[in-house]
């Protein structure tokens, strides 16, 4: 079956320009999560929907948001980027028994 | 805050040697554990999930042991190759599990290197 599908792959912004990045869960799960990967900081957890809601953020500033559609797809939208806003931004999806599959992430490249 | 540590953080061993990636977590009340491999730029491949009731589980050269009451989990690569070469990376889902199926506390991962 098909795994998690994360696009585009690549991107490459300017200060201050803001961006949205989509993710497509597996077939059938409902939970999607969102993480940003950088050097410095390992894998930070930005949130988690579950059936269209917001079930748990992390510590990341207003500028980063994010939504679920009635389909379990889901977006993140980053406004005024910073350049410490480059980096591997990863979706997951999840079963209920929590195990969690990883898409192959969006680079963003903020210049 | 849940916290999870790896060591070593990088390891270079040769072609066929039994490996073991050790990982410790700081909150016992987790509700599974999972470890990944990531290639450069790439995203995270699921190898083994363990779920808070189980002490181990294997999967082909892989063998993932989990002690929830000491918080320690270890993977273990049997009869290691090249294409082993990665970062592996071990996450506990919660605690804060409530309703939350999504929030992975990850470890800053192990890079693994196998050389020929």
């Known amino acids: 079956k098909a795994g998690v599908t994360q696009t585009p792959r690549y991107l490459i912004k300017t200060r201050g320009q803001q961006v949205t990045l989509s993710c497509s869960p597996i077939s059938g799960h409902r939970s999607v999560s969102w993480y940003q990967q950088t050097p410095g900081q390992g894998l930070q957890f930005l949130f988690e929907y579950f059936s269209e809601t917001q079930r748990n953020k992390g510590n990341f500033p207003g500028r980063f948001s994010g939504r679920q559609f009635s389909n379990s797809r889901s977006e993140m939208n980053v406004s005024t980027l910073e350049l410490g806003d480059s980096a591997l931004y990863l979706c997951?999806?999840?079963?209920?028994?929590?195990?969690?599959?990883f898409g192959q992430g969006t680079r963003l490249t903020v210049v | 805050k849940q916290e999870v540590t790896q060591i070593p953080a990088a390891l270079s061993v040769p072609e066929g040697e039994n490996l073991v990636l050790n990982c410790s977590f700081t909150?016992?009340?987790?509700?599974?554990l999972q470890w990944f491999r990531q290639d450069p730029g790439k995203g995270l491949t699921s190898l083994l999930l363990?779920?808070?009731?189980?002490r181990e589980q294997t999967s082909g050269r892989l063998n993932a042991s989990l002690d929830k009451s000491s918080g320690r989990s270890t993977l273990y690569i049997a009869a290691s190759q090249p294409g082993d070469s990665a970062t592996y990376l071990c996450a506990t889902l919660g605690p804060d599990r409530g309703s939350t199926l999504g929030r992975l506390y990850f470890g800053r991962g192990t890079q693994l290197t196998v050389w020929p």
């Open positions: 997951a999806s999840s079963l209920d028994t929590g195990e969690a599959f």
């Open positions: 909150d016992s009340a987790i509700y599974n």
């Open positions: 363990i779920q808070s009731s189980q």
